[in-house]
């Protein structure tokens, strides 16, 4: 997703500079061309020459080495003008305090001045230095100056303290950094509420009726609509996934409580894609006990039918709303989502089979044709991110 996109690291003096090679190696292969800028407290985690061989790129330590006979494009001042994304990590507390006080004495804050990009910094030390008030400010200061900070984790510290201090790992880095520089910001200033994921509908404490959806659908249209600017609402089912970088995810369960969910959500949302499975049935009464089995007999359920949450809020589509739904079919595809996209007055249908090889539940791929009231567009397999930016393409054309 990177592919053409000049990204800059600036690696620190930091115990967790090593990961930091797993992350160069990580973004050329998204596609991104790397270069690396460090401090020298930094080289003495890790060498200049391990950046250069997975990047391909000269690595510069020293801002008085900068061998070159271009007097105009002098590196730490291209480096940084540019880069179409800065990431900063480890970000010590003095690597901290210099850019948020406009200090520059090393090769990374004289590189990062310049910069006019998208400027992650990810804080790396110790708790006590984290929780510092004077630490703090300054990360605050940042903050107001626009420079996205990428929060540390919690874990055992390598100096020996349990808490927040530790560096993210190499794919949620990269992560952040695929967020801030893969996509062109068109859809900022627009809500989009996304739904994604089952529902599970409890039969007593012990059982539930669910279907076999991930989420994955739903997970890349509310990833890539935040990579493009959107502030994105996600209510979502039960998953494994991890919540999406710029997305306020909402976690529901039943049917009841994602068609709440929705429903609240909708008056402010620009755009609404609705690509959970939603149970249709829910059992009549929840047993309070679980259920005994008996001996030679049998078991049935009463079941009524779950409120239709696309249906509804067709039914409330204020001016210059657009509703995605999707369908999922077995048979009579274009026709059945055809006859949806009517009765729910939604905008678009994105329909997919689940007898077609590459769609369906639980894959990275999948298989749509997007269907409005005036055209029909079949997509070919691709990965759900692509047919995530695909639809966002098509909701943009109809807006």
Do not use: W
């Amino acid at each position: 997703m990177l592919k053409g996109k000049n990204i800059l690291l600036g690696v620190t003096g930091g115990i967790a500079a090593y990961k930091m090679a797993d992350v160069a190696s990580l973004l050329v292969k998204q596609g991104a061309d790397v270069h690396v800028v460090m401090t020298e407290n930094a080289s003495k985690f890790i060498t200049a020459e391990t950046f250069q061989v997975l990047t391909k790129n000269k690595v510069y330590v020293d801002v008085f080495d900068e061998n070159t006979d271009d007097y105009v494009n002098v590196p730490h001042i291209s480096l940084g003008t540019s880069a179409d994304c800065v990431l900063i990590a480890p970000a010590t507390a003095d690597v901290i305090g210099k850019i948020a006080n406009g200090i520059a004495d090393d090769m990374v804050t004289t590189t990062v001045l310049p910069a006019r990009c998208p400027i992650l910094i990810a804080p790396s030390m110790n708790v006590y230095m984290l929780e510092n008030p004077i630490v703090q400010d300054n990360i605050e200061k940042l903050k107001r100056f626009g420079y996205i900070i990428v929060e540390p984790d919690n874990g055992h510290l390598a100096c020996g303290y349990d808490g927040k201090g530790k560096l993210p790992q190499p794919e949620v880095l990269v992560e952040h950094v695929i967020h801030a520089a893969a996509k062109e910001k068109d859809l900022t200033g627009k809500k989009v509420l996304v739904d994604a994921g089952p529902t599970q509908e409890s039969l007593d404490p012990v059982r539930f009726i669910t279907n076999h959806s991930s989420g994955k659908m739903g997970y890349a249209v509310a990833r890539v609509a935040a990579m493009r600017g959107a502030e994105v609402t996600l209510v979502s089912g039960p998953t494994n996934l991890p919540a999406p970088i710029g997305a306020d995810v909402i976690n529901v369960t039943t049917a009841e409580e994602m068609y709440n969910a929705m429903v609240s959500n909708s008056k402010d949302s620009d755009i609404i894609v609705m690509s959970a499975a939603v149970a249709d049935y829910t059992p009549e009464v929840t047993a309070d006990n679980k259920i005994k089995k008996k001996d030679g007999e049998g078991m049935s359920i009463p079941l009524k039918r779950t409120k239709d949450i696309l249906k509804s809020l067709g039914e409330i589509k204020r001016d210059n709303q657009i509703i995605v739904g999707f369908s999922m079919e077995t048979e009579n595809l274009i026709e059945n989502s055809r006859k949806k996209l009517e009765s729910k007055n939604a905008d678009m249908i994105c329909a997919n089979s689940l007898k077609t090889e590459g769609a369906g539940y639980q894959v990275d791929t999948n298989i749509v044709t997007m269907i409005t009231k005036n055209d029909m567009d079949e997509l070919p397999l691709m990965s759900k991110n692509e047919v995530a930016d695909k639809i966002l393409d098509k909701v943009v054309s109809l807006k």
